[in-house]
Each structure stands twice: as structure tokens, then as C-alpha cells.
């Protein structure tokens, strides 16, 4: 994980397929694609307990198009430009920039739980939060380029539900970077997880919700975490609970 200001390389960002008119790029993304379908029926079904999620490509565009076409303060969202719902597909604006890669920048990890607190203030839970949701522009603009998942809903287990998983991937990310080296190492992922909760809280997110990490609801999530990980967070979140 780098610090050092200036040195993130910007990535292209895979954001469904990619259509040319003239000298524009857009995005058209399908919600009706089998993978797409059998995805969030599985985790629907695994992790129902956890977060209500939407499964039909219905209800998962009517939520994206709902967020995307809401008024946000402080994030940004691609313009809608065409809406297909005979074949749920929507078109949006192709959007230039890197998605966020805490595993890998300080300042990712920051920005995540920065842009998390942001969205939970607007009074909406995202359910997806893996940091490629996100896109950071070359000139410092984050935007969210999915959020079929989204929910307007200001239940603070449901939030802590969306640092868990922001968390999780995180931890993924870095475990599959450096297999295994990072495995009994955790300085890393310690860091990452100061930075994303530090920053939570100080951009206006609820300590309620960081405890609510550890509600029993979200057990199935902890068994993608390492054991000794899973001791590091609790004991992070005990931390600053108690302050």
C-alpha cells in the first residue's frame, strides 16, 4: 500500500460494453444477462438475512435508475441518456477514470470510506460497495457507476452492512495481490481499515454504524475473512466504539 501523493496509476475501469457515436463512448449495461441473473439470485439466497436485495433485472435497474437519477451533493453519477425497459438495458455516459483500489493507495482507502459516509448522510445504503463501484476521475471526481443494489434507507445495520463488504473486498484484493505473503501478514490490511473507518467517521458517518458491522445478521460475510483478520477488525471496531 503507497502513500505517496501523485503516484496512483489511473486503470481504465470495465463498465459493461462500450458503444461508439461519433467521437462519444457510451456504457450500455444489460440487467437481464444470465450471469447477472444467477449472481444475485445466489447471494440473494446466501445472504438474505444480511441486506435486501433485489434479484429480478426489474427491480436491480428500477434502483440503479432511481439512484443515478437522484440528486447527490457530494458524489457523482454518469447522465442517463437512454433507457431500453423491454430489453432492461440502460445507456449511460462513458465516464474517464480509475476505480478505487484501497488494497493498494492510502488515499483509496480514505477516499472509500469518505465516499461511504457521503452516501449514508444522503440517506442511502448502497448493499454493493466493492471499491470498483467507484470511479475516480483524473481531475479528483468520484463517481458511482453502479448501484443496482441501492436503497433509500437510513437503518444503521444496513450501513454497516456496506462497510463490511467494502472491508471484505478490500481484504480480498490484498490477499489475492500478494498470496500468501499477505496471509500472515496483516499490517496491511490493518492500515486499510484504520483509513477507511478514520475517514468514515470523520466525513459525518455514525459510530452506530460501524458497530452495527458486527451484527449477527451479517455473520455469513465473515467466513470470506482469515480468522486473525476478522480478530484485527473486531478489535478495531471495539476500539472506536468505546471512544
Not at 109 to 129: C, F, K, N, S
Amino acid at each position: 500500500m503507497s502513500g505517496l501523493p501523485g503516484d496512483k496509476e489511473f486503470m481504465e475501469a470495465p463498465q459493461a460494453e462500450i458503444i461508439v457515436k461519433g467521437d462519444k463512448r457510451y456504457i450500455v449495461k444489460g440487467f437481464q444477462v444470465a450471469r447477472g441473473v444467477l449472481k444475485w439470485v445466489s447471494l440473494g439466497l446466501v445472504y438474505k438475512a444480511s441486506y435486501p436485495f433485489a434479484l429480478t433485472p426489474e427491480a436491480r435497474m428500477k434502483r440503479e435508475l432511481r439512484f443515478m437519477n437522484s440528486k447527490h451533493e457530494r458524489i457523482k453519477t454518469p447522465r442517463i441518456v437512454g433507457v431500453d425497459y423491454e430489453r432492461k438495458t440502460i445507456t449511460r455516459e462513458y465516464i474517464e477514470g480509475s476505480p478505487l483500489r484501497p488494497w493498494a493507495y492510502e488515499a483509496d482507502a480514505a477516499r472509500l470510506g469518505e465516499i461511504l459516509a457521503w452516501i449514508h448522510e444522503e440517506g442511502w445504503v448502497m448493499g454493493d460497495t466493492k471499491p470498483t463501484n467507484f470511479l475516480e476521475t483524473p481531475e479528483g471526481s468520484i463517481y458511482v457507476i453502479d448501484a443496482e443494489q441501492s436503497l433509500e434507507d437510513s437503518d444503521v445495520r444496513l450501513r454497516g452492512w456496506d462497510l463490511l463488504v467494502a472491508i471484505t473486498f478490500t481484504s480480498l484484493a490484498q490477499l489475492l495481490d500478494h498470496f500468501p505473503s499477505r496471509l500472515s501478514n496483516a499490517s496491511d490490511f490493518k492500515l486499510g481499515v484504520t483509513l477507511i473507518l478514520d475517514s468514515y467517521l470523520e466525513a459525518g458517518g455514525s459510530i452506530e454504524a460501524v458497530d452495527n458491522m458486527f451484527n449477527y445478521r451479517h455473520m455469513s460475510l465473515y467466513l470470506l475473512l482469515p480468522a486473525h483478520y476478522l480478530s484485527i477488525l473486531r478489535r478495531l471496531v471495539k476500539n472506536k466504539v468505546k471512544k
